[in-house]
């Protein structure tokens, strides 16, 4: 055998991914009654909170320079866990999964540091924004990323990729936060409050891969149902 040969052999090692064993057919169907869940939630939500989200537009581009709706590149599911072979080339570069472009209503002043980790009392945050924060009603526009696909209502929040590529290294299966779709609220965000430390974002991990382990059609309903009084009563960090 040739040194050609066995460097080729040693890439194509290289590039092969993490295989994760099939779900069972049963819990494959399951997915799918849970993305329609979500996507059904998503639609009559954005139908009821039309008038609101209209107010806040007019809120946010009167309080403050700037556009109304904040986007972000975020980490998204990882497709190719379930799939064998290298990577797609038109992906060499592993992020975590696929990054999409999230939407929120701005709640900070305008900035160019990007990539930065927003506390719940960063000073950047308007004051307009701070009320839409405590509500998480900021979050609203997100209803839209869970219809084009990107996210459901239930699920591990998404992460910004640099912030994403540091806590990989830091904190031990970080990356099958990535099985299942983000979300705009999740197990943990109705269970933790706001990051201090990485202790808080350990716990926040531990939290989410409880869900993706137990995650099902009721599991999502329940956490819906829960996350109403996190919103009301101010709890939580979603």
Known sequence: MTHATLAQIRRVRR????LIAPRPEEAQGDDR???????????VAIVLTAPLM???WVAVRLSSPGPVLYSQTRVGLDRRQAKEGPPS?????????????????RTMQINKSDEVWATKDDPRITPIGRFLRK??????????????????????RPEQPKIFAALRDQIEHYPQRQRVRPGITGWAQINQHYDRSIADVRRKVELDLEYVERQSFFEDLSIMART??????????M
């Open 15 to 18: 590039l092969r991914p993490v």
């Open 33 to 43: 009654g849970r993305r329609v869940l979500n996507v059904i939630v998503a639609a």
């Open 54 to 56: 209209a107010v806040i």
């Open 89 to 105: 080339s038109r992906r060499r570069a592993d992020v975590g999964g696929l990054p999409f472009t999230i939407y929120k209503f």
């Open 135 to 156: 509500f998480r009603l900021d979050e609203l526009p997100q209803l839209f990323n869970v219809l084009m696909g990107d996210m459901n209502i239930v699920g591990p």
């Open 228 to 237: 109403i009084p996190v919103m009301i009563f101010q709890r939580g960090a």
